[in-house]
């Protein structure tokens, strides 16, 4: 690259990265600053939690009632839960008793006391706390002070769940052949505990028992704070089962479960999936894509309504409509956990009635994998010291290198490319020779809907942060893979990162080279470039003038569904996750000889007739 054109891409980057910044948010438990925690423990303080056992009838949630006494209330005591119960100074990394943070954790969640009401009038105060099996005991403490001088002044008693160390939260995900599934999940079982394994089958045919794999992390596995200090929790024993042989479309059941060595079986929930498509298969198939959701809250704990607040909606809504969807892309930011690694189990709960059922397939995006000096194309933190770890553990995706998040993969009559746009993709990298190769060896005859998915904007968006310079997407992105899309005819290409919605024209070199904006027939000549970021996280905004590239574009929470009915015919919809309503759709019909006539720099070679 010549220095002139380096200098600009170094400017372009500095741009976005501080555009990005100011659109992110902050997640909520970094706000408390738990270093800088007093203990001034108050006889006149009392806080008390009930029930003292949970899930006792194999319940992996519970709801929490907590009764609380302070004698100075103001507006700035809070409730903060802590798991492990046992939170003080020894538990400190590198602890010896000598000066340092007399607490070194943070809160697995919070609440304001003042949520309660008349808590400031009388002192006394009662919240519900809804929490989740993570594989430790709970305590709940009283602070003043705010967040940015907490003072503790009061702990719980403690509380459990019946078995902490119980199976939870299964995953599936497809496996790197067609007709193989993964269940991931999570305990507190080290296989020299117990052994982890799969029951599953056909209905009425016998069921089969599967070995799966079983991988963890500790602090040093991971790039930095908060996620290797006051944002570490011990992350469990994450488990993998091959589910393999599968029949195409049949319906399996399954459980995962723990054999101990007695022999007798800690089980976890009956589930079932229906198996893949063939690849080429003409079925009905229906397909969900979005990004940036992130986890939220069901009891109002952390604010999280000002900071993912339609996450709760867009989760909602996908379970209501899971009998009509088949696989979910969940295109980068998963959790913003941003090193808090708690939460991560908490976003697996969130979305366990999906990702029990249907194959959940996600991408990397900032906030899973960039962190200085750690490998990834963004030299910023916006990971929180995560670097990858969590995400590249916590799901499994088919990729070749789960460091190099990209992979392929095949449903039916779809071809899924789906980059790592946190890894340099530009050309003549590993990552430009995959995409090339993922697109050229499709069979457009049997697959003909080919899918491009990225998390940050490779091609088109109108969202301010990438408008404002005038280049509306990430830095030399479309220079690089233009070409690529337009070869192979990508019919669309999807992105998250800005979180709003924006659908485009058929768009080469940024072009519309078609005037129809809801029935696509026949040879299309560019490709559809999408931005799905409105998961869940706080919305973004466009520029005031759109481009003529620009179709339909909103701030609102939604997600973009799919569905392929044979080899000529797609449906799209874009529908809001507060009411599952569509607000923009339109459908593509074409032949497979439509895939081989002649357009602007993707035409086959050919010699003159005789």
């Known amino acids: 690259m010549r220095g002139g054109a380096a200098a600009r891409l170094a400017c372009c980057l500095l741009l ?69 119960s046992y939170f003080n100074a020894s538990t400190c990394p590198g602890s010896h008793g000598g000066p340092g943070p007399v607490i070194c954790s943070a809160p697995i969640k919070y609440q304001f006391a003042n949520y309660s009401s008349d808590y400031g009038k009388s002192g006394k105060g009662t919240l519900k706390f809804l929490l989740i099996n993570q594989r430790q005991d709970f305590s709940f403490a009283v602070f ?129 999936f229906k198996a893949p498509p063939y690849p080429g298969q003409k079925s009905l198939q229906r397909v969900v894509i979005f990004g940036d959701m992130g986890k939220a809250e069901r009891d109002g704990s952390n604010e999280y309504s000002n900071y993912q607040p339609g996450s709760l909606n867009t ?55 960039d962190w ?29 290198n789960r460091a190099n998040y990209w992979y392929s993969t095949d449903y039916g009559m779809f071809r899924f490319c789906v980059a790592d746009s946190e890894h340099d993709w530009r050309e003549g990298t590993e990552q430009y020779k995959f995409i090339e190769n993922c697109l050229a060896t499709v069979d457009r005859k049997k697959q003909p809907w080919l899918i491009f998915i990225a998390h940050r904007v490779l091609g088109y968006s109108s969202g301010f942060f990438y408008g404002r310079d005038g280049s509306f997407a990430e830095p030399m992105s479309r220079e690089s893979l233009q070409k690529l899309w337009q070869k192979y005819r990508v019919d669309i290409a999807f992105y998250g990162h800005v979180h709003n919605y924006e659908r485009t024209c058929p768009v080469y070199e940024k072009q519309c080279v078609s005037s129809e904006k809801s029935h696509y027939t026949g040879t299309m000549n560019g490709t559809i470039h999408v931005v799905v970021g409105g998961g869940g996280s706080h919305l973004s905004n466009f520029t005031a003038d759109v481009p003529a590239w620009s179709v339909y574009r909103e701030m609102e929470y939604g997600f973009v569904k799919l569905t392929a009915f044979n080899y000529s015919s797609l449906l799209y919809e874009y529908k809001r996750s507060s009411d599952g309503e569509v607000y923009d759709s339109f459908t593509l019909h074409r032949e497979y000889r439509d895939l ?5 720099d993707s035409c086959p070679p050919t010699i003159p007739s005789a």
């Not at 100011?22 to 408390?32: D, N």
């Open 315 to 369: 989760t909602d809504t996908l379970v209501k409509d899971l009998n009509n969807i088949d696989i979910v892309f969940h295109i980068g930011d998963i959790t913003y956990a941003n090193g808090y690694i708690s939460q991560w189990d908490q976003f697996t709960q969130q979305v366990e009635a999906i990702t029990s059922r249907v194959p959940y397939m996600i991408a990397s995006g900032n906030h899973e994998r």
């Open 144 to 272: 003043t002070g705010g967040l940015s001088n907490p003072k503790l002044i009061a702990v719980s008693n403690k509380i459990a769940f019946a078995n902490p160390k119980a199976p939870v939260y299964p995953r599936l995900a497809q496996g790197k052949a067609w007709n193989e599934m993964t269940v991931t999940w999570t305990s507190g079982y080290d296989i020299n505990e117990a052994y982890p394994f799969v029951e599953w089958g056909i209905k009425w045919n016998p069921a089969v028992r599967t070995a799966a794999g079983t991988v963890t992390f500790d602090r040093e596995s991971i790039c930095g704070d908060p996620a290797r200090s006051v944002g570490w929790r011990d992350p469990g024993f994450i488990h993998t089962a091959f589910l393999t042989d599968l029949w195409p479309n049949k319906e399996y059941y399954y459980k995962i479960g723990h054999m101990m060595p007695d022999g007798n079986v800690v089980w976890g929930k009956l589930n079932s």
């Open 16 to 84: 976005q990265l501080v555009a990005a910044g100011e659109g992110h948010g902050v997640q909520p438990l970094s706000r408390i600053a738990i270093h800088r925690a007093r203990v001034a423990l108050d006889a006149s303080a009392a806080v008390r939690a009930s029930p003292p056992l949970l899930g006792s009838q194999g319940e992996d949630t519970a709801w929490v009632t907590v009764n609380f006494v302070v004698p100075h209330p103001s507006d700035g005591d809070w409730i903060g839960v802590f798991s492990p």
């Open 372 to 400: 200085p000096n750690s490998g990834s194309f963004y030299n910023v933190s916006d990971s929180g010291g995560e670097c990858g770890v969590l995400a590249e553990t916590m799901y499994y995706t088919p990729t070749e």
């Open 596 to 600: 081989l006539g002649c357009v602007k």
